[in-house]
Each structure stands twice: as C-alpha cells, then as structure tokens.
C-alpha cells in the first residue's frame, strides 16, 4: 500500500492528467492518491472568495473564469458530453454558485474555506471520472468523512484521534484498489469544511500514511527531487539523493518549497520513507527521505526574497524581557503572521517576515499600543544548512549583511542587495 500525492502542477492541464494516469497505473501496489487542486486554482479562488466576501459582484467573473479553466481541461478529457464525470463536475459547479449567489457570514476566514476547497473537490471529481474512464476502477473518497480537525479555519489541526478510526474504514481496500481524495482539506466534528494552510496537500498524504500505517509515500513534482538550492537563484544545483528526516524538516522549516514543513514528523514518528520524484520522468529515483543514516552533510540553500526586517523597542524603555515578549508574540499571532527569524537585545526586538502588506500594516497598528516600530523591506533572507566559509562568502557577494544568526549547522543571515553597480 502507497500514498501517491500530485500537486497543482501535476494536474494542471488535460495533458498532465493524463501522465497522471500512466503514473498510477504502473502501481502494481494499492493506491491512495492524494491531490491538489488543478494548476493555480487556489490563488484564483482566493481571489474570488476575497471579492464574494466584500460583496463585490466582479466575484462573477473569477467564477467563470475558474470554471472555464476546468472545462476546458474535462473537454479535452472526456469526448462524450453526457459522460457521468463532466455531469458531476458540473453539479459541482453549480454547488459553489449556489453558495456564492447567498449573502457571506461575518467570517472571512470560515467563508474562505467553504469557497477555497472546492479546488480540491474539481480536480479530485475530474481525476477520478478520468481514471474511470480509461479503465482504472478508482474510487472517490470525500476526505472530509474522515479527515478531522478543529475549528481553526485557514489553519485547522487535525485531530489524529477522532480520525483514526474513520480513515480506515474509508480507506479500507475492499471495496477497491485505488482511492482518489483530496488534500489540503478537512471538516471539523460539525462537518464544516476546513483547510489545513496553504500547499497542505503534501502533510495531508503523510497524515493518511500514518493512520494506515502504510511503509512509503510518494510525492510527485516537477522537480528530479529535493534540490541543495533552488534552480531559480543558482545554476549548480545538486540533487539529493538521500536526506534524513531532520535535515528534510529543517530545509523545510526554513523554507525550501519542495516539501511542506509539517508533512515530515508524522511520518519520522513511524518510520515512513518519503519519495520525492519527479512525474516528468517517473522512472527516476528522486529522494527518498529516511532516517539518520541518510544524513549527508551536503551544503544546502535557501532563499526568501521579498523580505521585512522589523524592529521593536518598548515605548517605556524597559528591557525586551518575558513580559514584552508575551506582548508582542500576542501580535503576531492574531494577526496569523509567520516569523522568519528572530533576534533581541537588551532594548529592541527583531523579526523578519514575508513582506505579507495585507498583515503587516495591522500588527504595527497593534504594536504601537506599547512599542515604536521600525521596518525596513526589499530584504532577503538567506539559510544555508551545513554552511563554511566559502558558502557563506559565495552568497554575500553584492550584499550588505544585516542581521546573522548561526548555530553549529544552519546559518542564517538577512541581507540587502548592492546591486550589481556598486
Ligand atoms: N491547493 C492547495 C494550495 O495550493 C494545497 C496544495 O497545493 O498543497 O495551497
Ligand atoms: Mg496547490
């Protein structure tokens, strides 16, 4: 028994649906796949769930705009119109304009997960009609039957008890070898749907693992594996082969794109091999991620761009000490806003953040309340897992070195860029 996950790029066109198909039915293992919503899907009901919810009518034309997305995809599927699949993709449709042409709750966060994981139920309901269709008998399981979490829309926990024991009946095997399911989504104990955080797909595949007790999870991308640094920012990448479940959760932690953060611990507690490979050339190995023993002490890159060095001083002039820090934490929490890096001293507190303006602008009106803030952007963030001398030096070329903080493997630094003229 495997757990295959595809992400949005995997199935962002009739043709990668196809591939998606070759991929599956070379399993000769039984299947749980796991997939994402189709291509850019979720940014585009992002923005149509942020027009809905101001009640500004243009929400009209992000709708088309996604279904015609979708249809064009199913047209290129499926050449019989009446078939069962493009009659349940459409009823799908008809579902969300049922619940757009309704006035939103007060809820931003609740409404968004009710609009924004209908991107899961498309890709997941045309798959699945699709692998049907060519003759592989999967079948379609609505992961919020089984999938439980809290009340944290946006962000919900899932509640690995309660889940249990209905993911395995969902998820049994007898009634067929291939399962079709969404992730990123879940439902909390009164059925409303809820959402795990953003690219939460690749945690829901290693959540399923680990209640199944299954032996491996494969993620599929559309890169050869996990890279020492992102293709986009340097030319001499190296794959890894083998990386230990640590080193994948710090490179994750600290930003690498190719596997979410929190999809590593389920599966180190139990043991799970994650294969990172790629679904362009599927007979590649890929990484595969495992214990200790895969650790190999290759230097590793991250780049976060886009950056915000924030400073905080107490207005009263006291030290930045348990107290403050409560304080300030506080901010940052309700305003759901994710620290990068963070440094004190006696007197001011530093952060660094993804320039997030929808977010910042409110946790400084917060702020001010006890302390005088300060932020400069237009920042970089660098990590460098297993760092010398000379990888350190190799990424500051052109870079005024802001902020640092190092321990015996990982170093990290927040730079701004010289430009290539001075
Ligand atoms: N579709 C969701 C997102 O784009 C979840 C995922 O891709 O993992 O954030
Ligand atoms: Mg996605």
Redesign the pocket.
């Known amino acids: 028994m495997l757990v295959y996950k595809f992400?949005?790029a995997s199935v962002k066109n009739a043709e990668a649906v196809k591939n998606l198909y070759n991929i599956v039915k070379n399993s000769t293992q039984n299947l749980v796949v796991v997939i994402?919503?189709m291509g850019?899907?979720?940014?585009s009901l992002e923005r149509l769930v942020t027009l809905y919810f101001k009640k500004n009518s243009k929400w009209k034309d992000s709708f088309k705009e996604i279904k015609s997305f979708h249809f064009e995809i199913v047209g290129e599927l499926f050449a019989d119109k009446d078939d069962a699949g493009i009659q349940d993709i459409q009823h799908r449709f008809d579902q969300l304009e049922e619940r757009l042409s309704q006035d939103p709750s007060l809820n931003f966060n609740f409404e968004y997960d009710q609009i924004?994981s209908y991107?899961?139920i498309f890709s997941t309901v045309i798959v699945n009609a699709y692998l049907n269709k060519v003759g592989l008998a999967s079948k379609w399981i609505d992961i919020r039957r089984c999938l439980k979490t809290d009340n944290h829309y946006r962000e919900a926990q899932i509640n690995f008890e309660l889940s249990q024991q209905l993911v395995k009946d969902s998820f049994s095997f007898k009634d067929s070898k291939i399962y079709v399911t969404q992730?990123?989504i879940g439902s909390n104990e009164n059925n409303l749907t809820t959402?795990?955080?953003?690219?939460?797909?690749?945690?829901?595949a290693a959540v399923l693992a680990f209640l199944l007790n299954l032996k491996h999870v494969t993620i599929w991308k559309d890169v050869p594996g996990v890279l020492n640094a992102d293709p986009k920012w340097f030319d001499d990448t190296i794959k890894l082969d083998k990386i230990s479940y640590l080193d994948a959760i710090e490179l994750a932690y600290y930003g690498t794109s190719v596997i979410?953060p929190k999809t590593i611990q389920p599966l180190q507690h139990k043991g799970i091999k994650l294969n990172v490979r790629s679904f362009l050339n599927p007979d590649d190995p890929g990484t595969v991620i495992g214990d200790s023993s895969y650790s190999k002490l290759i230097p590793s890159f991250i780049f976060k761009m886009d950056q915000v060095l924030m400073q905080i001083f107490p207005r009263d002039f006291s030290f930045i000490a348990e107290d403050n820090l409560v304080k300030i934490f506080g901010y940052f929490v309700r305003h759901a806003l994710k620290i990068n890096l963070m440094q004190n001293s006696a007197v001011s507190f530093k952060v660094c953040l993804n320039n997030d303006q929808s977010r910042i602008p409110n946790v400084i009106d917060d702020l001010n309340e006890h302390f005088d803030v300060s932020y400069e952007n237009g920042l970089e963030l660098i990590t460098i897992r297993y760092y010398d001398n000379a990888t350190i030096e190799r990424v500051l070329v052109n870079k005024d070195l802001l902020l640092e903080q190092r321990n015996k493997q990982t170093i990290q630094m927040v730079v701004k860029d010289l430009g290539s003229n001075t």
């Open positions: 992400g949005g994402s919503a850019k899907t979720t940014n924004v991107g899961e992730g990123f959402t795990l955080g953003r690219e939460g797909s690749d945690y829901t979410h």
